[in-house]
């Protein structure tokens, strides 16, 4: 059985320390959240995650794999043009510690190179780095400090939401995140085909409580 913890400690957090975490907010900024989707896009369950975030006036940002915008690019580009960040997630959801590095980089480039052909893609780079998450949360540090130098942000997260996992329950995917995020919080979700059933549960549910808490949806947008 797989162990991941829903909560990243903070030893994890302070040793890879070169990684984004979290965002840290100030008592005169608003409350925020910034909620994160990996694996899209997907038919049907991207389009409904657009759907859900609309009502709040949500903004989030969605790790597309490669393969999957070259498969369904004008839902890739409905993400751009509602205003959310895209980040790259590489072509074919590579774990970077079974991938010797050349391969891993040309896959990361290959991915890219997808992403740019999308419309009006330079604003998701106008002013900021360029956004990476590696697939499972796995990543050499050789492979990290390489796509540092080319101008890449590693996104990670201190809240997952396990939707995923098949075996839990959806009311325990709803309280992974409830229960664990906080101000400035980056939250795991997946717009994928094996984390629908939890994803449609959870994400409204998300979305309404912290709403009626304060709390704003923000996408990331890392500046220089």
């Known amino acids: 059985m797989a162990f991941f913890p829903i ?3 903070n030893i994890i957090q302070r040793i890879f320390k070169n990684y984004v975490w979290s965002f840290s907010s100030s008592k005169d900024q608003k409350k925020r959240i910034f909620l994160t989707f990996d694996d899209g896009p997907t038919p049907e369950i991207t389009e409904w995650t657009l759907k859900e975030l609309k009502k709040y006036n949500a ?10 915008v070259v498969n ?3 839902i890739c580009q409905k993400i751009l043009d509602e205003g959310h960040s895209i980040g790259n997630h590489t072509h074919n959801h590579l774990n970077g510690w079974k991938s010797r590095n050349a391969t891993y980089f040309k896959n990361v480039e290959r ?5 740019q052909l999308l ?4 604003q998701r780079i106008r002013n900021s780095k360029l956004l990476f998450r ?6 050499k540090p050789s492979q990290a400090k390489n796509l540092n130098k080319k101008g890449y942000k590693i996104i990670m997260w201190d809240v997952l939401s396990a939707d995923f996992d098949q075996k839990i329950t959806v009311e325990k995917c709803l309280d992974n995140v409830t229960k664990n995020t906080n101000n ?11 984390a629908e059933s939890n994803l449609k549960y959870a994400l409204p ?6 709403s009626e808490k304060g709390f704003e949806f923000k996408r990331i947008a890392l500046q220089d």
């Open 72 to 74: 369904h690019p004008s």
């Open 59 to 68: 903004k989030a940002t969605f790790f597309c794999i490669g393969k999957n």
């Open 7 to 9: 909560k990243t400690p």
């Open 184 to 194: 400035g919080s980056i939250v795991v979700f997946h717009d994928s085909k094996k």
């Open 111 to 115: 991915a890219e190179k997808t992403l």
């Open 119 to 122: 419309k009006n893609s330079e």
């Open 134 to 139: 590696p697939p499972y949360g796995k990543i």
């Open 205 to 210: 549910k998300v979305l309404a409580h912290f």
